[in-house]
């Protein structure tokens, strides 16, 4: 899970950051010392987990808490236990006071985790639910895309390119992320780079898969899967 720091005490960050160093299932891509910094790096980058300070000079944490998606969880981390209350209101996930109690942390980071699976849950419910589209952020925009019109994606390390006929659309997202969110039914991957959509495969040998012009190699590792699941199941 992708989270940031946002704190404008330098020893405060490092304390928080350390804590995160120690926890596996936690990445940290940035550590801000004010809120504006901290909304303009959200614009282009994918955040799930933000570690929010409550009093900071200008927009101060509760004022942030408030625009911040509903996707973009919140922890906040602050020496004044009187902002309690005010923090549930913005549907924070947790509270923390300084100094942050190692424990503490663990278990606020485990209610974060949990409560992201359950986002991500609802989105694949939505898809299997009969949404035939989604969005997706590219150059600062929101992009609809409908799963039919995506004849593969491909992965370059933290990004995905979703191709179809007349479009490709580059994101910030890990192919396994994607591949969540994509219709079983319809897509598999076929490598460590290449998923693909199934209804456009045209033709196939035992080493690549033909999509409209595109030739994409099977992965050694994905090809017995790919003979299973698809072939045997056309069949």
């Given at each position: 899970?992708n989270?940031?720091?946002?704190?404008?005490?330098?020893?405060?960050?490092?304390?928080?950051?350390?804590?995160?160093?120690?926890?596996?299932?936690?990445?940290?891509?940035?550590?801000?010392?004010?809120?504006?910094?901290?909304a303009?790096?959200?614009?282009?980058?994918i955040?799930?987990l933000?570690?929010?300070?409550?009093?900071?000079?200008g927009?101060?944490?509760l004022?942030?808490?408030?625009?911040?998606?509903?996707?973009?969880?919140?922890?906040?981390?602050?020496?004044?236990?009187?902002?309690?209350?005010?923090?549930?209101?913005?549907?924070?996930?947790?509270y923390?006071?300084?100094?942050?109690?190692?424990?503490?942390?663990?278990?606020?980071?485990?209610?974060?985790?949990a409560?992201h699976?359950?986002?991500?849950?609802?989105?694949?419910?939505?898809?299997?639910?009969?949404m035939?589209?989604?969005?997706?952020?590219?150059?600062?925009?929101?992009?609809?895309?409908?799963?039919?019109?995506?004849?593969?994606?491909?992965?370059?390390?933290?990004y995905?390119?979703?191709?179809?006929?007349n479009?490709?659309?580059?994101?910030?997202?890990?192919?396994?992320?994607?591949?969540?969110?994509?219709?079983?039914?319809d897509?598999?991957?076929?490598?460590?780079?290449?998923i693909?959509?199934?209804?456009?495969?045209?033709?196939?040998d035992?080493?690549?898969?033909?999509?409209?012009?595109?030739?994409?190699?099977?992965?050694?590792?994905?090809?017995?899967?790919f003979?299973?699941?698809?072939v045997?199941?056309?069949?």
């Amino acid at each position: 899970m992708n989270c940031i720091i946002v704190d404008d005490e330098p020893l405060a960050r490092q304390a928080v950051k350390s804590l995160v160093s120690g926890t596996k299932d936690l990445n940290l891509v940035g550590s801000f010392n004010n809120a504006t910094s901290a909304a303009d790096f959200m614009k282009d980058n994918i955040v799930d987990l933000v570690f929010l300070d409550i009093q900071m000079p200008g927009v101060t944490g509760l004022e942030f808490a408030r625009q911040i998606p509903k996707t973009t969880l919140v922890i906040f981390t602050t020496a004044y236990a009187e902002y309690a209350v005010e923090s549930y209101e913005t549907e924070a996930i947790d509270y923390l006071l300084k100094p942050i109690d190692e424990k503490r942390f663990s278990k606020a980071v485990a209610k974060a985790l949990a409560y992201h699976s359950l986002l991500i849950q609802e989105e694949k419910d939505d898809i299997e639910d009969g949404m035939d589209y989604f969005f997706v952020k590219s150059e600062r925009r929101y992009f609809k895309v409908k799963y039919d019109d995506i004849l593969f994606v491909e992965g370059l390390k933290d990004y995905v390119i979703l191709q179809m006929d007349n479009q490709r659309i580059i994101t910030k997202m890990n192919l396994k992320t994607i591949l969540d969110l994509l219709p079983k039914k319809d897509f598999i991957r076929i490598s460590k780079s290449y998923i693909v959509n199934t209804s456009h495969i045209e033709s196939f040998d035992n080493n690549d898969i033909y999509v409209k012009s595109y030739q994409i190699a099977i992965g050694n590792s994905y090809r017995d899967n790919f003979f299973h699941s698809f072939v045997t199941r056309s069949m």
